[in-house]
């Protein structure tokens, strides 16, 4: 947050600053340069002209969009030397989508590929058209929000006794609408759950375009406060 807002960082957040490597622009990896005015996955975009049936849109439109600029391999890189080669041994889940077979993948869920934390993070912030996919098993990965922007969905299976659903794109009310109804689910299962949206100065602040880096400082003060008081608010009801 300090880092967001110009501020002066603690020691100890200045020691993970220095490994969180900003995105660059300095041009797509070098597999994706020869080609980077082609779609980043035609394969998929074959198969789904093939199986229409199996066709997702917003995954269709990630395939179709050529690789960004933006290469997160630094940031990989940086990440690893925070986490090292190997994954968390902690639960840690974090979701990606496969641009070969568009499936929707959960890194350190079992049956999800081998990788380390710095590759699945840097998978999950590929924002098509924006950022190069990045290679984890040899295939092409991107942001997972765009096959759900929370995957909440991931937890029907098990009972939990407390979830957190942080949900900024739920500004947009198509997905506002989705997401609250998956929060519902989770709450019939038997979960206690806290839906945190933007609203209010937040809301206000950050505006219809969430990759407006502009606006990044004024969001962060606002969403915190936010966050915190409904934090607060909730507290008598939460695990915590």
């Given at each position: 947050?300090?880092?967001?807002t ?21 041009g797509p ?9 082609r ?9 789904s ?7 997702r ?8 969009l ?18 090292g ?7 840690l ?12 993948v959960?890194?350190?869920r ?19 058209g ?11 990965h991107?942001d ?8 909440v ?5 098990e ?30 299962l ?7 949206e ?5 809301l206000?602040?950050m505006g ?8 990044a ?24």
């Open positions: 947050m300090a880092r967001c110009g501020e002066p960082m603690s020691s100890h957040g200045a020691d993970i600053a220095e490994c969180f490597v900003r995105p660059h622009s300095g990896p070098p597999e994706y340069r020869r080609r980077w005015w779609p980043a996955a035609p394969r998929y975009l074959l198969r002209l093939l199986t229409p049936w199996t066709l849109l917003r995954r269709f439109v990630a395939a179709l050529p690789a960004g600029g933006i290469d997160l391999d630094p940031m990989a890189a940086g990440l690893r030397r925070l986490f080669e190997r994954w968390s041994t902690r639960p889940w974090v979701t990606a989508v496969n641009l070969w077979s568009g499936r929707r959960a890194f350190g079992s049956g999800a590929p081998a990788t380390d934390v710095g590759s699945a993070v840097a998978s999950s912030g590929a924002v098509p924006l950022c190069a996919p990045v290679l984890v098993g040899g295939s092409p991107i997972g929000g765009f096959a759900s922007t929370t995957s969905d991931l937890l029907y299976g009972r939990y006794e407390q979830v957190i659903i942080s949900a900024p794109l739920s500004m947009y009310r198509p997905l506002r609408l989705a997401i609250r109804r998956r929060a519902s689910k989770l709450q019939r038997g979960s206690r759950v806290l839906l945190l933007p609203r209010g100065e937040a206000a602040r219809y375009n969430p990759m407006d880096a502009a606006r400082p004024a969001v962060t003060h606002a969403a915190f406060a936010q966050a915190l008081g409904e934090l607060e608010q909730a507290a008598p009801s939460l695990a915590l």
